[in-house]
């Protein structure tokens, strides 16, 4: 690689327990996955999964302190269960589908949600509103041998006010479903990211609030907003 004419980072995000990190090669991200999620914006929960993407070097890390997002006067949150890919796929089978997980995730999908407003009304991308800076706060990636689970709560926290609480029971394509459909449109790779949904409860981020995702067992994902 000695003929590039400057480096470019590798984003990656610290594995719990030791000192190796996770380098990140893409995010996608599902919509609508938690049924109560999908009524709170008028949609029909039994479409079937779709995706977005976030640039790599979205992610940070739990615990930073972010400058306010530029271009939005509606910050959200929405706490998600992460899955990182460990090896590489294509069409695979939901029955083989954990074969291909390094580890899993507490994240926070932070979204402009003004901006996803207007282009939802204009039937444009959602890029801007999903794939800007620092848009994905990540805890800790645990690998599966220490947390494999289909059942765990999950909850986002504002300024120590809980604001979504579910179980990731309450998918409707879970995780292994999830990654059956995306590796039929993409093929996945090691280092990428799923984002798989949010529950009900989303809301808004003000300058100076922290905010935490917990699922149990994974390492929290909090974040403060300047
Ligand atoms: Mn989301």
């Not at 796929?89 to 926070?108: C, M, Q, T, Y």
């Not at 039937?123 to 999903?130: E, I």
Request: net charge negative; proline share 6%.
């Amino acid at each position: 690689m000695t003929n590039l004419i400057f480096n470019v980072p590798v984003p990656s995000i610290t594995i719990a327990g030791t000192d190796a990190r996770f380098p990140v090669r893409r995010i996608f991200c599902v919509g609508r996955n938690y049924e109560e999620h999908a009524k709170e914006f008028g949609n029909n929960p039994k479409d079937p999964p779709f995706f977005f993407t976030k640039p790599a070097d979205a992610v940070v890390e739990s615990g930073a302190k972010l400058p306010f997002p530029v271009a939005t006067e509606n910050l959200h949150f929405e706490a998600e269960l992460v899955v990182a890919i460990g090896i590489d796929g294509s069409a695979i089978d939901r029955d083989a589908a954990r074969k291909h997980v390094f580890g899993f995730a507490a994240g926070n999908d932070l979204t402009r949600r003004d901006l996803q407003t207007q282009a939802k009304e204009a039937r444009r991308p959602w890029d801007m509103a999903k794939g800007f800076d620092n848009a994905a706060v990540l805890g800790a990636i645990t690998p599966v041998a220490e947390w494999n689970r289909d059942a765990a709560r999950i909850t986002c926290t504002l300024e120590g006010v809980l604001k979504q609480d579910a179980n990731i029971t309450d998918m409707i394509w879970p995780v292994a479903d999830i990654i059956a459909y995306l590796s039929r449109l993409v093929h996945l790779r090691a280092g990428d990211l799923i984002m798989t949904g949010t529950p009900a409860g989303v809301g808004q981020i003000k300058p100076g609030q922290v905010c935490t995702v917990a699922i149990d067992g994974l390492a929290e994902a909090t974040v403060t907003l300047g």
